[in-house]
């Protein structure tokens, strides 16, 4: 038993038994006791060990299957030891006049920082112990599951605040469905957006987007007056007439959803896929910063495969916002119907992907979210060279393999050749293993990749913009023609910090790993 007059009772049938009890672990009831607050919500309290909640298989309750939260822990968490202003530590030792850290043997001689605190009697909430107990366990069943929902009804309720906020692991979409306006989890309309007065739809927005990682809002504004008129369609020039404009609305979502545009090589706000843009071919006699690289892919005409963005980067994008300016249309009869294939745009998403990897095939797994590669981006032009490193798969290691996944860097016309370990002794005998199994693993990574049930491929139209995780989802495009016949696909957007997206999120009450 554990000591204390605060001692709380985790009984049978509470979020957090039930989540301690998901993994086969039984509750150790008579370890911890107490009492609910006056609102219902229980609290423990951590001069009573608070958090040293237990999971056992066994009989021991110090056995090796014991998993708690630590006392230590939760006695350093007391809001006392946190500037109520700042919010940062308030109890780590240091010199008040030139900032340097106590020596060693002022440590020792000096009674801790925190000793000086009276002991924490601070009562915690079972939410947070929960939020703090799933994030240290680092399951990957608390924190996703799959599409679909089962019922009609959790369906519908995927729009509503109160729910899960798991994300939602998706494959077999379809462009009708993600259109469809009773069915689609990821639909927004750009009117029900910026008249949001009461934040609801924002909310809605920002919770669809941790969920799925992937939004359709339709109906964006397109006008620009960044292209010449000879490249716009009779669609495109009549939305000139909009007073607002394509760039105000990508910033507007930008705002929303991560505070500001992100400043890359691509220039410090709005970009534009169309070499046809005066973001490209003009000087910045106008004081206004104008974007810089065109030395990537996208600017072409090709195909593309499916890829993150910018994996040559320490902290790739959090998020990408696409917005159909002008899709490829032929000038003869501005039918666009009548180009194929016509830019078609693919989304997949990448924690599915992986997760069906784990299913499907452990070594591949294991081997792409341990094994570094290198991502690089050169333009001799802009001066750039960019190149950093990082696993295609990235989640959390445990004791017993892999948690929940963190984040997806893939794009293989970025990725250098790859290096196996350093031989300590001389010894390259390994070397064709490491090529022969991390190819193996990449191709059956590429072999999920490719699979029509994971791929969503969807003709996005004028007004149509997209936002994308970029550390979860991957994009990529079906050709077009490019020729002076027809009218040049344009797409704008702007990218958006991972870090600034996180607090978003964050600021929300969504929790991940």
């Given at each position: 038993m554990l000591s204390g007059k605060h001692h709380l009772l985790i009984p049978k049938g509470t979020a957090l038994a039930k989540k301690c009890c998901r993994r086969g672990h039984q509750l150790q009831r008579s370890c911890i006791s107490g009492t609910k607050s006056s609102i219902g919500t229980r609290i423990f309290n951590s001069r009573s060990h608070l958090g040293q909640v237990r999971f056992r298989n066994g009989s021991s309750q110090h056995g090796p299957n014991t998993t708690l939260l630590p006392n230590q822990y939760l006695d350093a968490y007391d809001p006392k030891r946190f500037d109520p202003s700042t919010h940062q530590r308030n109890d780590v030792l240091f010199n008040p006049i030139d900032g340097t850290p106590p020596s060693a043997d002022s440590h020792s001689a000096t009674p801790k920082q925190e000793d000086t605190h009276d002991k924490s009697s601070h009562k915690y909430e079972e939410s947070w112990l929960g939020t703090h107990l799933d994030r240290w366990r680092a399951d990957p069943s608390d924190f996703d599951c799959y599409w679909p929902v089962p019922t009609n009804k959790e369906l519908q309720d995927t729009k509503n605040k109160t729910t899960t906020t798991k994300r939602v692991l998706w494959s077999n979409w379809t462009a009708d469905l993600v259109r469809d306006r009773d069915k689609s989890p990821i639909l927004f309309q750009y009117d029900d957006i910026v008249h949001d007065e009461d934040k609801n739809t924002e909310e809605?927005?920002?919770?669809?987007?941790?969920?799925?990682?992937?939004?359709?809002?339709?109906?964006?504004?397109?006008?620009?007056?960044?292209?010449?008129?000879?490249?716009?369609?009779e669609a495109t020039k009549n939305a000139t007439n909009s007073?607002?404009?394509?760039?105000?609305?990508?910033?507007?979502?930008?705002?929303?959803?991560?505070?500001?545009?992100l400043q890359t090589l691509y220039g410090s706000g709005v970009w534009s896929t169309s070499s046809y843009s005066s973001f490209y071919n003009s000087d910045d006699s106008d004081g206004q910063v104008k974007a810089g690289s065109t030395a990537d892919s996208a600017y072409g005409s090709t195909s593309l495969p499916l890829h993150t963005d910018m994996t040559y980067i320490s902290n790739p994008p959090g998020v990408q916002i696409f917005l159909m300016v002008q899709p490829a249309t032929s000038r003869s009869d501005q039918d666009s119907t009548t180009i194929t294939p016509k830019g078609q745009s693919v989304y997949?998403?990448?924690?599915?992907?992986?997760?069906?990897?784990?299913?499907?095939?452990?070594?591949?797994?294991?081997?792409?979210?341990?094994?570094?590669?290198?991502?690089?981006?050169i333009d001799d032009a802009e001066g750039w060279h960019l190149e950093a490193c990082g696993p295609v798969?990235?989640?959390?290691?445990?004791e017993d393999g892999w948690g929940p996944v963190t984040s997806i860097r893939h794009n293989d016309l970025d990725r250098l050749p790859d290096l196996p370990p350093y031989p300590v002794q001389n010894d390259?005998?390994?070397?064709?293993?490491?090529?022969?199994?991390?190819?193996?693993?990449?191709?059956?990574?590429?072999?999920?990749?490719?699979?029509?049930?994971?791929?969503?491929?969807?003709?996005?139209?004028?007004?149509?913009?997209?936002l994308v995780a970029n550390q979860r989802c991957m994009h990529g495009r079906y050709a077009f023609d490019a020729s002076t016949s027809t009218y040049p696909r344009v797409?704008?957007?702007?990218?958006?910090?991972?870090?600034e997206l996180g607090s978003k999120w964050r600021h929300s009450g969504f929790s991940f790993p």
């Open positions: 809605r927005l920002l919770k669809a987007f941790y969920q799925y990682g992937l939004v359709l809002i339709t109906g964006t504004p397109t006008a620009t007056d960044s292209l010449p008129e000879e490249v716009m369609t007073q607002e404009r394509a760039e105000d609305a990508i910033l507007h979502l930008a705002s929303m959803i991560g505070y500001h545009p997949l998403d990448g924690f599915a992907a992986a997760e069906q990897l784990r299913k499907e095939n452990p070594d591949a797994f294991h081997l792409l979210a341990s094994t570094q590669r290198r991502y690089r981006c798969i990235n989640a959390i290691h445990r390259d005998s390994n070397f064709t293993t490491f090529y022969d199994e991390l190819l193996s693993a990449h191709a059956a990574w590429d072999n999920i990749l490719r699979r029509d049930e994971m791929r969503l491929v969807i003709d996005l139209k004028c007004g149509d913009c997209v797409v704008m957007g702007c990218y958006v910090g991972m870090d």
